[in-house]
Structures are given as C-alpha cells and as structure tokens.
C-alpha cells in the first residue's frame, strides 16, 4: 500500500468527519459560515478530528514499539495490560488526588501504565520460548486482573460510572478545552522516530544489540515510557480504545516489513485512516445518534485479528 493512497484515504475521511454530524455545517457553507457554524466546527470538529488523528497515530506506533521490543507480533497495550494499568492509574488518582488537574492525574497514569508495562515485559522474558499466541493471552490475564482490582476499589468507593467512562473509547464528548492533553503525544512520537533504528537494533536481541554497541536496557525502558505515555494521553482524554496498537502493525508489517523505521510513517498513516473509518461508520449508521469509537473498532478490529490469527497458522508464521 504506497504512502499516496494513505494520505488520499487520510483527506477523504478528514473532510467527512468535519462534515458530518448532527448540526448542519456542509462544504459549500465553508466560505459563509455562520457564527453559530464557525463554534461548531472550531469547538468541536476540529477538535475531534486532531483528537481521532493522534489517537490513532500514536497507539499503532505504541504497538509497533512493543511488537518490535518483545519480538512477538501479538503484544500491543491492549495484550499486554498497560490500558488496564493506565486505568487503575486514572482511579488511584481520583481517590487519592481528588483535585488533582488532568496532568497530574496523566502522570499517575504514565506511573501505573508503565508499572504494569514493566511487569508485563519481565512476565514475557520468562517465556520468551513459547508460543506466540501464549503470550497474548497472558497479557490479557494480566490485565483482567489488574481490571478486577480497579473495578473492586471502584465499587468500595462509589466510583464504577466514572470508571466505566475510561472503558469505553468515546469521541463525542471531545471539545475544545478537554483535549489538549493529546498535544503530550507530539513530541513523544517524534522522539520515537529519532529512536527508530534503535529499537529495530534492539528487537533482535540483547546479545545482538550489544555485540553492536547499543545499550539495549536503555533504549527497552526508553520504548517503555514513550508507550506508557502515549497511553496515559489517549486513554485520559479518549478512554480505551481495543485492538489499534494490535491489528495495524500487523497490517503494514504484511505488505513493509519488519524493519521499524520504514514501517513507521505506514503504521501511523494507517492507524489514523482506520480510526476515523470507524468513527465515520459509527457516526453514520445509527444517525443522529452514534457508537462510540471502542465498539466499531472492537467489531471490525477483532474480525482483523481473527484473520491474522489464521493466517500465522496458514503460513506457519
């Protein structure tokens, strides 16, 4: 799939998403806006359509990176309990912290999703040996578990609908003045683009990385923090959204390669299409009302996932 036709796809479905929705703001009203057209779309389209823009971006590269750190093709946040610890961080942030701002309660988050991440990764070189598909499924062990103490802590303190909020990935209540905390992806996906060669370097192996000169406990802890950052961001100002750091590495892995850098620009381009397909197919088919963004892409991403599961016992990958 040639990077023209992603930014093609990408434009389409940019425009579409300004476009639609309950209050009537069209194309051709573009140059005679009305002032009540103008709040909606700088109050809220615009800001959905960064916010779905990012998102997207920044959680397939998220799953690029630990795909690429723990050398299996079925590890992202969504498998490997970091959504779950971000989640558990937002909560503790809430009892604890209760006037705490949104960037104090992201850096809880960042602090548990990075934790669990961590616990994670140590689970996976125990059994690195395995089969690929154990892996996942110990990921989403793990992070049941860690679901079940945030639900219990959540129920001992009167907070289940505010956790249920963090379950659900939702764009529609997304507006200008509570998305702004997206803006702390940026910078992060870039520094992940400078380090791209390096976690290529470091997905073959510690002894390779080192016979190379690479500090490969280092650049494992950088990938670790730049995706429980991203995750921390996107779930804080989204909630979850289920198998986008999973299926697109996956994807673009198909048709690019394995090599992280060239896959890059791919992987986000197309996490971004995928995302605002979802969001355009959510908002559309029940008009006026809508689906939130987790439920259209957990249908069309585990119908994905399937497909990837039996072609790896297709090709015997």
């Not at 573009?30 to 057209?37: A, R, V, W």
Request: hydrophobic letters at 55%; proline letters at 3%; a positive charge.
């Amino acid at each position: 799939m040639k990077i023209r036709y992603l930014v093609i796809a990408l434009v389409v479905l940019s425009v579409a998403s300004v476009f639609i929705g309950v209050s009537n703001v069209s194309p051709l009203d573009i140059f005679s806006l009305t002032e009540d057209q103008k709040q909606v779309l700088l109050v809220s389209r615009l800001p959905r359509l960064f916010s779905i823009l990012v998102a997207g971006m920044s959680m397939s590269i998220c799953g690029l990176i630990m795909q690429q750190l723990s050398k299996n093709k079925f590890v992202s946040p969504t498998t490997a309990g970091t959504l779950d610890a971000a989640r558990l961080g937002i909560l503790v942030s809430m009892m604890v912290f209760t006037s705490a701002s949104p960037l104090q309660k992201m850096f809880v988050s960042f602090i548990f999703a990075l934790l669990g991440t961590f616990v994670f990764m140590k689970i996976l070189e125990k059994v690195k040996f395995k089969d690929a598909i154990f892996i996942p499924l110990v990921g989403l062990m793990f992070g049941n578990i860690i679901s079940s103490v945030s639900t219990f802590f959540a129920y001992r303190n009167d907070l289940i609908q505010n956790m249920s909020s963090w379950m659900q990935g939702d764009f529609s209540m997304i507006m200008s003045g509570n998305y702004e905390l997206m803006f702390v992806s940026i910078p992060i996906l870039l520094v992940a683009v400078f380090y791209a060669n390096k976690f290529t370097i470091a997905g073959m192996g510690e002894d390779f990385s080192r016979n190379l000169g690479l500090n490969y406990r280092q650049v494992v802890n950088l990938g670790l923090i730049i995706v429980a950052l991203i995750t921390a961001s996107v779930v804080l100002s989204v909630g979850v959204i289920p198998f986008l750091g999973l299926i697109i590495p996956n994807i673009v892995t198909i048709y690019q390669g394995d090599h992280l850098r060239k896959s890059l620009l791919h992987t986000a381009l197309l996490g971004a299409v995928f995302v605002l397909m979802c969001d355009v197919i959510g908002r559309v088919i029940i008009y006026p009302y809508e689906i939130p963004i987790s439920l259209t892409v957990g249908v069309i991403g585990s119908g994905i996932f399937i497909y990837l599961l039996l072609r790896r016992k297709k090709y015997g990958l």
